[in-house]
């Protein structure tokens, strides 16, 4: 089902466009905000050197940014903000962050009245175009793109995660007779997913199956239900799937499986969403949001945070998910921070997958790395 709402959203857009600091920086409510990009960038308390690294570097052993646990302190806006954000779902381990953050209090600290409402990423993207909800926590899909090319004003503004390198979460294959790990042909493969097209996930998998004579053109999709993608591998439905964790555990070591590949270490491909209320409306809101995001994400989610046990069992009430599934794959390296041309890559996938319109989007339109940059008290 997320798989078809995510291309659902490549084709809804279209119709919908046509019918559609150590000081406080904070001044007067009645004074108009700057943008995003022309706000003065102050130091920040417990955010030095290690709260900032070259957007550049694609390396998968770099460590993400880092500020101390309880940095970038609190900056209370002078007047409390309710905002909305969207996200796909409330169980999942990537959202963690935003769930602690409400629970914990981290929002109220900056001011904020923060509402988590899961829609679906056709719902929620025209309602953030419009300010109708203020962020989604999602990806820069290729529904994101074609919004953004038909005038939504929309930009990824902080990242959410990139993958530990001993999870396998990714593409594996059933292998015929005669082949080994190192020689599969994909060329011609029906494989389950329950991403779709349009989905993020089309530039990774694009990487593991050009090393094997495939490429998003060559193979088969079959759009399975969560529950379904294994089974359908396991019984010769599908020789080839996209196994999410914890899943893949239960082929990994087997006989006759082998792992092709997954996200890209050291890189988020997705996060949180502004619309114009957080980009231009109220950037001290936009600010602060972020501030909170990255305060949780430095006290509680410093290194691999399943170490600590009674973290885990809190985690696991909180996302109301099984405990025991959650201590069986690694921790996520939780990471605020966008690399150059992640967006252009994705955009490369969604052309060769058949679902974006247009010519690409430079970075400029689709990424705005100042909010957090204020944030951390660092301008790259």
Request: some cysteine; overall charge neutral.
């Amino acid at each position: 089902m997320r798989g078809r709402r995510a291309y659902g959203a490549v084709l809804a857009v279209g119709v919908l466009l046509v019918s559609a600091a150590c000081s406080s920086p904070y001044e007067s409510d009645s004074e108009p905000k700057a943008g995003a990009n022309n706000r003065t960038i102050r130091p920040v308390e417990g955010c030095g050197d290690t709260s900032w690294t070259d957007p550049a570097d694609l390396s998968p052993t770099r460590l993400p940014a880092r500020c101390q646990a309880g940095a970038p302190p609190p900056q209370p806006l002078p007047k409390t903000r309710k905002l909305t954000i969207a996200t796909g779902t409330l169980s999942a381990e990537y959202v963690a962050p935003l769930q602690v953050a409400l629970d914990k209090g981290e929002f109220k600290k900056e001011g904020l009245d923060v509402t988590l409402k899961v829609l679906p990423t056709p719902d929620a993207l025209p309602l953030l175009a419009k300010g109708d909800i203020d962020a989604q926590w999602a990806a820069p899909e290729a529904a994101v793109m074609n919004g953004i090319r038909g005038g939504f004003d929309i930009r990824w503004v902080v990242g959410n995660f990139s993958p530990d390198p001993e999870s396998k979460s990714g593409l594996w294959v059933r292998l015929k007779k005669g082949e080994s790990a190192d020689r599969v042909a994909m060329a011609g493969r029906r494989m389950g997913t329950m991403i779709g097209k349009g989905s993020v996930i089309a530039y990774p998998m694009e990487q593991a199956l050009e090393k094997h004579g495939g490429g998003l053109d060559k193979i088969q999709y079959a759009q399975l239900g969560s529950a379904d993608v294994l089974t359908a591998l396991q019984n010769g439905g599908v020789d080839s799937a996209w196994l999410l964790d914890p899943v893949w555990r239960r082929v990994d070591g087997e006989p006759g499986y082998t792992f092709l590949g997954g996200q890209p270490l050291g890189e988020p491909l997705g996060g949180m969403l502004y619309g114009p209320s957080l980009l231009n409306d109220d950037v001290d809101a936009g600010v602060a949001l972020l501030r909170a995001y990255i305060r949780t994400i430095n006290t509680y989610f410093i290194s691999d945070y399943k170490q600590d046990a009674a973290f885990v069992s809190y985690l696991a009430k909180l996302l109301k998910s099984d405990e025991a599934i959650l201590r069986s794959t690694p921790s996520l390296r939780m990471d605020w921070e966008i690399r150059t041309g992640t967006t252009d890559r994705l955009q490369s996938a969604y052309r060769a997958q058949g679902v974006s319109e247009g010519d690409p989007l430079p970075e400029s339109k689709t990424v705005n790395r100042a909010l957090y940059e204020e944030a951390t008290g660092h301008r790259s």
